[in-house]
């Protein structure tokens, strides 16, 4: 397929984004409501979420190093083959439905690992595409996925008010196929360097690499302790939801709103970062965090928990493109998938912590203990942050 570096690839790219997002949506959003009417408790739901997180961190940083390899198939392909997984466990979901619950519990696993490794490849599409001086509009087409996310989580829980949580996998099922067929049609070949560029830029081991990007490693610690706080807020948004009076139709308004507030945030984002710098804009996002993380402990009402999502603006919303952006200024070209991945799984790491203690916490203290501890960690990690990030120059 030929490419033409002035097709504005925008619709294709966000298309990419929106189905993804949907599914993300499907699968963590409303993971607790699935699990816990298949019979799990909080803390078996908390430990279902880590060990699919557990097995993510695990290969995440496997596939990316396998993804550097010039041999390798292209991320296209990767996601393509990731993305029929996830297609054929969501249909395993369906057909077992309340029929066992460890094999339900193992196939849910699975698809929040598989669903994980997603992520960075995801995120390194559209940079790659962009390094290649395609023409396309990062910030917009990721603001379609939170719009896309918003939507489906609305509906979603309407949904399964009416009809039960066997409509989870049914909108997994859709989702995936037609996440598979936007990227079969995204234009995207895997550019090989030359036999001289491959030699001044060997792929960087573990250990080197941390080595390399030391400040990175520390930003990385303080992204995991600010990823805590996220996963307790969004694993067990249900059971926040309840302790507020609130149900499934009021978990899913949560969701949308947090989702909507993102939009001006990503759709502006490449006019702000030509005038604030990435990594100015990723230390705010911490303070965000915190922010509503508190704000969420503190609020008393379902209406009041709505206000708070407002804080996703500066918190998610600015950090889950920041990041993008940050890693891309900060490492050498032969590092940044690496260098993407591993932010992706400072998220996993955060998610595995935060679902194992959230749902313990829950069960042994209440959702109030739980969310004092999440605004403890938005703290910490926004504090380890402010310092150790690099300088950038705007884009």
Known sequence: MKHNAHQDLTIRYALIQAFFWISFSAITGFASPFLLDSGFSNSQ???????GGIFSAIFQPMLASFADIPQSPSIKKILIALSGILLGFSILLLVIYKNSMIVTGLFFGACITVLQLLTPFINSLGIESLNQGKNLNYGISRGVGSLSFAIESYILGIIVTRFGTKSIPVIMILTFVFL???LIFFPFMKVTKK?????TGEHTRLLSFFIKYKRFSVVLAGSILIYISHSLLNSFIFQIIRSKGGSNSEMGTAMALAALVELPTMF????????VRCDILFRISGIFFTVKALGSQLAPSVFSFYLVQILQTGGWALNTVSSVYYVNSIMEEQDVIK???YMTMAYTIGSVIGALVGGVLI???GVNA???FSTIMALTGTLIIIPACQKTVNS
């Open 339 to 341: 260098g993407q991945a």
């Open 268 to 275: 502006f984002f490449d006019t702000l970062v030509k005038k």
């Open 45 to 51: 739901i908390g430990f279902i979420i880590a060990a």
């Open 180 to 182: 598979i067929f936007a």
């Open 195 to 199: 036999e001289d560029e491959k030699n």
């Open 370 to 372: 739980m969310l004092l």
């Open 363 to 365: 069960d042994g203290a």
